[in-house]
């Protein structure tokens, strides 16, 4: 299986500043088909996982231009650019390129 | 407007098993394959299963195998989860998620399975 690791688990910061997290996976997420199935999700306190960025840079529909995704191989960044008080929540990486799908641990983002 | 809503969890004892279902709105439902990712109480995501839009090809986490089916009734827009042999660690919250591009792009709220004596 493929193994997601993310840094940090937690991240405190302030409004207005920007944010990143790092995803890594244990082994290359190049598809057969040429993609890179890494996704990102936000889980709001209470709330089910909300899709943000699919195959590394994609930002899904209805999703704040201050989320960016990054990356190749084994190596992804989200970036927030500008945190508000709504990104409060957990931060998951999750790989698609084979089976079983696997998260990354998580990243919990507050604010300080 | 796309929409999931999860059924079926419940309290069982160990052993016991449950049928979780997902109906399904606001999209062609069998031109989509879909999974379901479970959630420990105050733990990460955990993907369970996934299953093609025809239902043909199916998929499972190595701690279900054998013991989880998923399956699909596209005619009635439903997602199926059937639980036997269940545990302790199979406690948690329940997610059905559509997907788009092999990407996880709408997410129902969830349904409970507590495995307790």
């Known amino acids: 299986d493929i193994v997601m690791t993310q840094t940090p688990l937690s991240s405190p910061v302030t409004l207005g500043q920007p944010a990143s997290i790092s995803c890594r996976s244990s082994?290359?997420?190049?598809?057969?088909?040429?993609?890179?199935?890494l996704s990102w999700l936000q889980q709001r306190p209470g709330q089910p996982p909300r899709l943000l960025i699919y195959?590394?840079?994609n930002r899904f529909s209805g999703v704040p231009d201050r989320f960016s995704g990054s990356g190749a191989g084994t190596d992804f960044t989200l970036k927030i650019s500008r945190v508000e008080a709504e990104d409060v929540g957990i931060y998951y990486c999750?790989?698609?390129?084979?089976?079983?799908?696997?998260f990354g641990p998580g990243t919990k983002v507050d604010i300080k | 407007e796309v929409h999931l809503l999860e059924s079926g969890g419940d309290l069982v004892q160990p052993g016991g098993s449950l049928r979780l279902s997902c109906a399904a709105s606001?999209?062609?439902?069998?031109?989509?394959?879909m999974s379901w990712v479970r959630q420990a109480p105050g733990k990460g995501l955990e993907w369970v299963s996934a299953?093609?839009?025809?239902?043909?090809?199916?998929y499972y986490a190595d701690s279900v195998k054998g013991r989880f089916t998923i399956s699909r009734d596209n005619s009635k827009n439903t997602l199926f989860l059937q639980m036997n042999s269940l545990r302790a660690e199979d406690t948690a919250v329940y997610y059905c998620?559509?997907?788009?591009?092999?990407?996880?792009?709408?997410w129902g709220q969830g349904t409970t399975v507590t495995v307790s004596s």
């Open positions: 299953i093609s839009g025809s239902g043909s090809s199916t």
């Open positions: 999750m790989q698609a390129t084979q089976f079983p799908f696997t």
């Open positions: 606001g999209f062609t439902f069998g031109s989509n394959a």
């Open positions: 195959k590394i840079s």
């Open positions: 082994q290359g997420l190049v598809h057969s088909d040429g993609n890179t199935y």
């Open positions: 998620a559509k997907e788009l591009r092999r990407s996880l792009d709408v």
